[in-house]
């Protein structure tokens, strides 16, 4: 069974920093393309990061030179780290692996950037 589980979300002030986790269990992780999503309610989901499973990276103009996405294969485990947080960054991030044409979802952590 594929598990994704995310943490690290919560609230923090605008400028601040937060790292997200995702560990993942069920999948060969060091093979698997790995990525972070958000959405708002209402939106459509956004793609945030992208990383694969060579460590190649890609990112939003939203949150590039803020954001970086990186990947533990020992661990199973693929971060976020968020710097310089704004409000708009406000949302629910979510992780996707993508495992032999599979694609799973975890099932999320809120981010809230507010004074």
């Known amino acids: 069974q594929v598990q994704l589980v995310e943490s690290g979300g919560g609230l923090v002030q605008p400028g601040g920093s937060l790292r997200l986790s995702c560990a993942a269990s069920g999948i060969i992780f060091s093979i698997s393309p790995m990525a972070w999503y958000r959405q708002a309610p209402g939106k459509e989901r956004e793609l945030v990061a992208t990383?694969?499973?060579?460590?190649?990276?890609n990112y939003a103009d939203s949150v590039k030179g803020r954001f970086t996405i990186s990947r533990d294969n020992a661990k199973k485990t693929v971060y976020l780290q968020m710097n310089s947080l704004k409000p708009e960054d406000t949302d629910f991030y979510s992780c996707?692996?993508?495992?032999?044409?599979?694609?799973?979802w975890g099932q999320g952590t809120h981010v809230t950037v507010s004074s």
């Open positions: 996707k692996a993508t495992s032999y044409g599979n694609v799973y």
């Open positions: 990383i694969t499973s060579g460590g190649y990276t």
